[in-house]
C-alpha cells in the first residue's frame, strides 16, 4: 500500500511523471496482493478438525489414561469411525508421502464409475507399473473386479493403472481423485497418480487418511474387498481351446490377519514415504481407525497399539478434534458422458461469488476516480497550450 500512497501523492501533487497507463498497471498489483492471502486463508487445512489439530506435537486429552504406547511415526491420528471424534493425534496435518494408502482414494473414485463385471485388455503400461504388482498381462483380459481385488489385496501398481485406464485415463482419473478429495475435505492431500508410489508434490496427511479410510468403509463394496483375505486372480491368455489358469493372492494386511475385530483397511511403503497404515477395527459396538505415516518400523504394529490404547481408554478420551468439520473449498458436481464414465468438475473459490473484500475495492475505486480526474486536467491543460502557441486561423471558429 506504501507504493499505492506515493503514486496518489504525486497524481495530486501534478507530477507529469505519472502516466494514465503506469497508474492502471497498479491495479492488478493491488488486486493480485490483496486476493492472494484470502485465497491461501480459504485453501489451509491446518485447523480443519478442530483448531487443536494445527498442531505439529501431540493432541490428547485423557485424564487417568494409561500412557500412549511409543510410537515411531512422523504422523499419526486416532478417531471413532462412528462418531468423528479425533481421540488423539501427533503432527495431523503434516503433509508426508502416503505411499499405497492413496490408493484408498483411488477406489473411492472408480468403484461408482466403473462396472465390476465389466472387462478390461491390459496394457504393456499397466503390466512395467513400478514397484508391487499383482501380475498384469499385457493383452489379457480382465474383470473390474478382479482388478479391484489385485490392488486391494497385493497393493498392485499393475491393477491399479489398469483401473485407471478402464476409467478413462491416468490424468482423467488424478484430476477426479483430486476433486474428490477437496469435497471429502482431505485438503492436505495431492495427487500425482493412482498408485501412491512416491512423485513430486504428492502428500496427503493423518487427518486425511482418516477421512479416506472412514469415507471407504461407508460403502459396502469397499468394505468386501478390504476384508477379504484371499482370491484367486486371473493368469496369462490360454492357447486355443486351453483353460485359463489362475493363481491365488493374499491380503498383505497383517492387520486383518492378527487382530481380532479388524476390519482393514491399507498398507503402504515406499523407500521414501517409510511405512504408512490404514488400519480399522470393530469391538463392543465401537469402530476406531489408526493412521500412522512414515514409520521406522513396522507401521500395521503401531496401527494396532494405537487400535488397542483407544478400545482401552474409550471412556477416559476426550475428543480433540472431529472429522465431521469439514470445510469445503470447492463444489464439486458429477456429470457421466457418453461412455459410461463419469467426469468430476470443481468450481473455482475465484468466482462471481466469491468477491474480493469491501477494503481492497474501496482504494482501487478511489484510485480509478483519481486517474479518470487527473486524467481530464492534464487534457484540459494540453489544450489550453496548443491554443496558446499555435493560434487557430483567421475565420476558422
Given amino acids: 500500500m506504501g507504493s499505492l500512497k506515493a503514486w496518489l501523492r504525486s497524481l495530486l501533487e501534478g507530477s507529469a511523471s505519472i502516466t494514465v497507463a503506469a497508474i492502471l498497471a497498479l491495479v492488478p498489483s493491488v488486486l493480485l496482493t490483496s486476493a492472494t492471502p484470502a485465497a491461501a486463508d480459504e485453501t489451509t487445512s491446518a485447523t480443519v478438525g478442530g483448531a487443536a489439530l494445527a498442531s505439529t506435537g501431540l493432541v490428547l486429552d485423557a485424564p487417568g489414561a494409561t500412557a500412549l504406547p511409543k510410537l515411531s511415526a512422523a504422523s499419526f491420528l486416532l478417531a471413532d469411525l462412528d462418531t468423528g471424534e479425533v481421540l488423539a493425534a501427533r503432527n495431523p496435518h503434516g503433509h508426508l508421502r502416503p505411499a499405497s494408502t492413496l490408493k484408498v482414494l483411488t477406489a473411492l473414485t472408480l468403484l461408482p464409475q466403473l462396472d465390476p463385471d465389466s472387462v478390461y485388455k491390459a496394457r504393456s503400461e499397466d503390466a512395467n507399473a513400478e514397484g508391487s504388482r499383482v501380475g498384469v498381462v499385457p493383452e489379457a483380459t480382465y474383470t473390474v473386479h478382479q482388478l479391484f481385488q489385485g490392488m486391494f489385496l497385493m497393493s498392485g501398481n499393475d ?30 492431500t495431492t495427487v500425482r497418480n493412482p498408485s501412491g508410489l512416491d512423485a513430486p508434490g504428492q502428500f496427503s496427511s493423518a487427518y486425511d487418511l482418516a477421512l479416506l479410510g472412514r469415507a471407504g468403509l461407508a460403502r459396502q463394496d469397499f468394505r468386501d474387498y478390504v476384508t477379504t483375505v484371499r482370491a ?7 492357447k486355443h481351446g486351453k483353460a485359463r489358469k489362475s493363481f491365488a493372492i493374499y491380503t498383505q494386511d497383517r492387520l486383518l490377519l492378527n487382530y481380532p475385530g479388524a476390519i482393514g483397511v491399507k498398507t503402504g511403503w515406499t523407500t521414501k514415504a517409510r511405512g504408512t ?7 463392543h459396538g465401537h469402530t476406531l481407525v489408526a493412521t500412522v505415516l512414515h514409520t521406522k518400523f513396522s507401521s500395521w504394529e503401531e496401527s494396532r497399539a494405537l487400535l488397542s490404547w483407544g478400545f482401552a481408554n474409550l471412556d477416559k478420551a476426550r475428543p480433540v478434534g472431529s472429522l465431521n468439520q469439514v470445510k469445503h473449498v470447492t463444489q464439486a458436481s458429477t456429470v457421466r458422458p457418453a461412455g459410461g464414465v463419469a467426469k468430476t468438475t470443481a468450481k473455482s473459490t475465484l468466482d462471481p461469488g466469491s468477491s474480493l ?7 482501487v475505486g478511489l484510485l480509478a476516480a483519481v486517474v479518470l480526474l487527473r486524467t481530464r486536467v492534464l487534457l484540459r491543460q494540453r489544450s489550453a497550450r496548443r491554443r496558446r502557441w499555435h493560434p487557430p486561423p483567421r ?3
Fill in 395 to 397: 475565420g476558422a471558429y
Fill in 357 to 363: 473484500p469491501l477494503w481492497v475495492w474501496v482504494p
Fill in 232 to 238: 484367486q486372480f486371473p493368469g496369462k491368455m490360454p
Fill in 277 to 283: 497404515f490404514i488400519g480399522a477395527a470393530t469391538r
Fill in 159 to 188: 491393477a491399479a493403472s489398469a483401473l485407471a485406464n478402464a476409467a478413462g485415463g491416468h490424468r482423467e482419473t488424478v484430476a477426479r481423485m483430486s476433486a474428490l478429495a477437496k469435497s471429502l475435505g482431505a485438503l492436505d
